[in-house]
């Protein structure tokens, strides 16, 4: 079994500070790790993914996660929030292989920006 | 590439009558799609599994013969809602996996408003 715990429904940043979402997971097996963000009425376009390589994973956009076995979190950081930063964040778990691209969801987390 | 494409975007209909959602991935074979509901301001819930040339596996609580899954084929998976009720409005999002990659492919979401 698998789950995913996303600390926080919703975040405020100003603009060009850090954003921080903080993602936390349960896996039986060894995870491969997540990060999707939704516009409003659109699909998920993915920022990053874990898949057991380099711990820490730059993504698209500016955004970066580090995954921590010991603390079995995954958050996502970017440096500097830009205004088009302003979504819904999930992160997102699966167990790979022979179950294929089943996604496990966090609850999400709406960041908005302030200008 | 790996394109996922869903139709349609968007769809209104009667208490009653059925809808047809489609999800084709559109530059690549996928052996597996899979089916998500969205609740307004809520995460994405799997409701299940397509597999090519088999019964689709339905996750627990969902509806095996209101949600008929058809995936005929590599690169189509039709989910059909039938009977819908209002309770059964939603944002449904399918995405489908390539073998050999990690990443779940996802279309771009269905707005189905049941009146």
């Known amino acids: 079994a698998q789950s995913v715990t996303q600390l926080g429904s919703h975040v405020s940043v100003s603009e060009g500070a850090l954003v921080l979402l903080r993602c936390n997971y349960s896996s039986s097996v060894p995870p491969y790790l997540f990060w999707y963000v939704q516009y409003p009425n659109q699909g998920l376009q993915l920022l990053l993914k874990?898949?057991?390589?380099?711990?820490l994973v730059k993504g698209i956009n500016g955004f970066e996660a580090e995954f921590k076995k010991s603390e079995t979190s995954f958050h996502l950081t970017k440096p500097s929030a830009h205004m088009s930063d302003a979504a819904e964040y999930f992160c997102?778990?699966?167990?790979?292989?022979?179950?294929?691209?089943?996604?496990?969801f966090g609850g999400g987390t709406r960041v908005l920006v302030k200008p | 590439g790996a394109v996922v494409s869903q139709h349609p975007s968007w769809v209104i209909c009667k208490s009653g009558t059925s809808v047809k959602i489609e999800c084709r991935s559109l530059d690549f074979q996928a052996t597996t799609m899979f089916w998500y509901r969205q609740f307004p301001k809520q995460s994405l819930m799997l409701m299940a599994t397509s597999n090519e040339g088999s019964k689709a596996t339905y996750e627990q609580g969902v509806e095996k013969d209101k949600f008929l899954i058809n995936h005929a084929s590599l690169t189509l998976s039709t989910l059909t809602v039938t009977s819908a009720h209002p309770e059964d409005s939603s944002f449904y999002i399918c995405?489908?996996?390539?073998?050999?990659?990690?990443?779940?492919?996802f279309g771009q979401g269905t707005r189905l408003t049941v009146v």
């Open positions: 874990y898949t057991s390589a380099a711990t």
């Open positions: 997102a778990v699966s167990q790979g292989g022979a179950a294929g691209n089943k996604l496990t």
């Open positions: 995405s489908a996996g390539r073998q050999g990659d990690t990443e779940a492919f």
